[in-house]
């Protein structure tokens, strides 16, 4: 049941992160993302994260996307305009080198007789992320944090320049 379970929820993920790239309107890439933080949350209640699966679903499913949907709404962004497809003529050989090179350097790098077991992840309670948080990852921690901050006052200040 699990095996089916996580198969259903990752067919959802990637169809909708395809949807997120492939959609022109900028709010419909935004609700695909939605769709793609939840059955993420998913996938990390079948590995028995249950911590990370809330943080997943508050923060980002939650706060993230309204800032997202926030500033796409402050920068007035319209659909996009579909232009010719003569990206794929390169595009296309590249995409397949790069999922070959990707999946013999997985092969490589990760043994066969490792096994997931579903359920079998401890290291998802809120005391151990709290402690590689504020040890281990302390400063990515505090340079994202950072970097929102900028990306916010930039689109503040892109929303006020095209107002004047």
Do not use: W
Not at 11 to 32: E, F, G, K, Y
Not at 86 to 115: D, E, H, K
């Amino acid at each position: 049941m699990d095996v089916i379970l996580f198969l259903i929820f990752a067919l959802i993920a990637v169809v909708c992160a395809i949807n997120v790239v492939v959609q022109t309107h900028p709010i419909s890439s935004a609700l695909s993302l939605v769709g793609v933080m939840g059955s993420l949350a998913i996938l990390y209640l079948l590995l028995g994260a249950e911590f990370i699966a809330a943080a997943q679903v508050i923060v980002y499913a939650g706060a993230i996307m309204v800032l997202f949907v926030f500033v796409i709404m402050l920068l007035n962004a319209g659909a996009e305009t579909k232009k010719g497809r003569s990206y794929l003529i390169p595009g296309a050989p590249l995409l397949v080198v790069f999922l070959g090179l990707t999946a013999y350097y997985v092969q490589r790098l990760f043994p066969a007789n490792t096994m997931v077991t579903f359920g079998g992840f401890t290291k998802g309670g809120p005391r151990e992320i709290g402690e590689a948080l504020f040890t281990t990852y302390l400063l990515p921690f505090e340079v994202t944090s950072v970097l929102i901050l900028v990306a916010i006052v930039g689109a503040i200040v892109l929303a006020r320049k095209e107002i004047e």
